[in-house]
């Protein structure tokens, strides 16, 4: 798992597709290297990678630690972070998370956010939790 978390972590974009093509296939180690996957969710390069890795090992995340590392995510996120980790939300089905991300963003004092928050709140809504 060390070899993986360093691989995600480092500056070499072929190790780091590698690790996400190894995860994707054995997702075994999804759940310790969850900080790091949520770190390349926020990246437009390796977003959508990151969240195919994460929704692959989806069921072995327990919901209520996805929930506590978002959260711990969001401050200092602007619309854009908010955009990226509610897509990946979505794509991975963490609709608790996903409800909670959005009630939070509609609190934000930033206009864009709260678009955000309601884009995703009118088109999962009926998913959330």
């Known amino acids: 798992m060390e070899l993986l978390a360093e691989a995600l972590s480092g500056s070499s974009a072929w190790d780091r597709t590698t690790a996400l093509r190894f995860l994707q296939l054995f997702p075994d180690d999804v759940p310790e290297l969850l900080d790091p996957l949520l770190d390349l969710s926020l ?6 990678l990151a969240s195919e890795v994460i ?4 069921k072995e995340i327990d919901p209520s630690l996805l929930s506590d590392k978002v959260v711990a995510n969001l401050p200092g996120s602007d619309a854009e972070d908010h955009l990226r980790i509610a897509a990946m939300l979505a794509h991975v089905e963490a609709w608790e998370t996903l409800g909670l991300l959005i009630r939070m963003a509609l609190q934000s004092a930033d206009p864009e956010i709260r678009d955000v928050a309601q884009e995703f709140n009118e088109s999962c809504g009926g998913m959330l939790r």
């Open 43 to 48: 990246s437009s390069g390796w977003a959508q």
């Open 55 to 58: 929704r692959a090992g989806r």
